[in-house]
């Protein structure tokens, strides 16, 4: 049991950094009269304002475990797309999902383009992002006439920062809103036990050594589901933006940890030479990498835009560098080949709650930043001292 505890504490130790972090915050709150962070509104602003942080370090992530590299453009993306939305909407008055669609595929475009230049004329990543960086926001603030561009219609925004039920429902009171979002809340918690003890009851028939504690995390993380729709149902429901990160959450994890190609990008960050040699075609890798990763980038933009109910020539700026950030907090490995879907979307929450919580209790923006990059660089060091160790042992 012991034995189990100090294994289970190292391997969610970025989760216990992050419930210690939200419980110092609690304390300094209340003993400062400024509310609670675990408020329904607190809590359902810190899905909102976060999201798009947990979009663009899912897709950077991809790009980091492929080797250590990043994308300094997807802020960049963010303004192009958004600029494009607001364009085909507002100003031509296009259909939302036709448009929606159209800035799917321009994302995925902008991410083949510069894959392209990475993986086979084989220019860093650096410099092609870089430069990214800078031709997207020229482009975009060109297209924008340097103007903001909105309102967006409300068929458009209600995609993303509508709250179910009370969306698909012409009446509906607060007492049904609660009790359907906590029976959603219920409902995943079942799933996610039972998925749990299917894949316990398999080892153990299959003879690998298990352990009844085993199931004691899946347990804590119900517990911390309930909380949260507990919390979303004493509001207004639960955010659509937070269904659609559920669902990238689903399909980049599987992706990541049971396909083919997601080992393969794990292997390219392990070795990228023992990779192309055993036959990994190490160049459609990368290039898929940063497609997707334009790809996400411009969901990222589609759910700004909506946020904001405008295309801002102010928007992507410095978003790279929160999903970079978020990525490194995560556990992703500077170096490539070792990082998490799951640790990216916590080292997200993590820089969320701090900022939250930092802005709650009334700090400075500059006192801010200090306290961000102090604590990037503090993940990155105890990743690279971690290594070294392990290879001197």
């Avoid at 160049?283 to 835009?305: D, H, P, Q, T």
């Avoid at 410095?318 to 998490?340: M, Q, T």
């Amino acid at each position: 049991m012991v034995n189990y505890a100090k294994d289970g504490l190292k391997k969610h130790a970025l989760l216990v950094v992050l419930l210690i972090t939200m419980l110092v915050f609690e304390v300094l709150l209340v003993q400062a009269g400024r509310g609670s962070l675990f408020s329904a509104q607190n809590l359902t602003n810190l899905i909102g304002q976060n999201g798009y942080v947990v979009i663009l370090a899912i897709g950077m992530l991809l790009c980091i475990i492929s080797g250590g590299n990043i994308d300094l453009a997807v802020g960049g993306i963010v303004i192009l797309v958004g600029a494009i939305a607001g364009t085909l909407i507002v100003e031509w008055g296009l259909n939302p999902f036709a448009s929606i669609l159209l800035c799917l595929l321009i994302g995925v475009l902008i991410g083949a383009w510069q894959g392209f230049w990475i993986a086979y004329v084989r220019i860093p990543a650096f410099i092609v992002t870089l430069s990214g960086m800078l031709t997207f926001r020229g482009l975009a603030l060109i297209l924008m006439n340097s103007q903001n561009i909105g309102p967006f219609p409300a068929e458009y925004r209600n995609l993303f920062n509508s709250f179910l039920p009370a969306h698909w429902l012409p009446e509906v009171t607060s007492e049904l809103v609660f009790i359907s979002t906590l029976m959603v809340g219920i409902a995943l918690c079942l799933v996610i036990l039972c998925v749990k003890f299917v894949s316990y009851l398999q080892r153990k028939r299959k003879g690998y050594t298990v352990r009844a504690t085993e199931l004691i995390s899946p347990v804590l993380l119900c517990a911390g589901i309930l909380f949260l729709f507990y919390r979303l149902g004493q509001h207004n429901g639960i955010p659509a933006v937070l269904i659609l990160l559920g669902l990238l959450f689903l399909i980049y994890n599987y992706f990541t940890q049971n396909t083919v190609w997601g080992r393969h990008l794990y292997a390219m960050g392990g070795n990228a030479k023992a990779a192309r040699f055993s036959g990994i075609n190490t160049k459609r890798m990368l290039f898929f990498a940063y497609a997707n990763n334009g790809f996400l980038a411009s969901i990222a933009a589609l759910v700004v835009v909506a946020r904001f109910n405008q295309a801002s020539t102010q928007a992507g700026m410095g978003f790279e560098l929160d999903a970079i950030a978020a990525c490194f907090i995560g556990g992703a490995a500077a170096y490539g080949g070792v990082g998490k879907i799951s640790g990216a979307v916590i080292g997200a929450i993590f820089m969320g709650v701090l900022n939250m919580g930092m802005s709650l209790l009334g700090a400075d923006q500059n006192l801010q930043r200090v306290i961000n990059g102090l604590v990037l660089l503090a993940a990155v060091a105890f990743d690279v001292i971690s290594k070294n160790r392990r290879s001197a042992a």
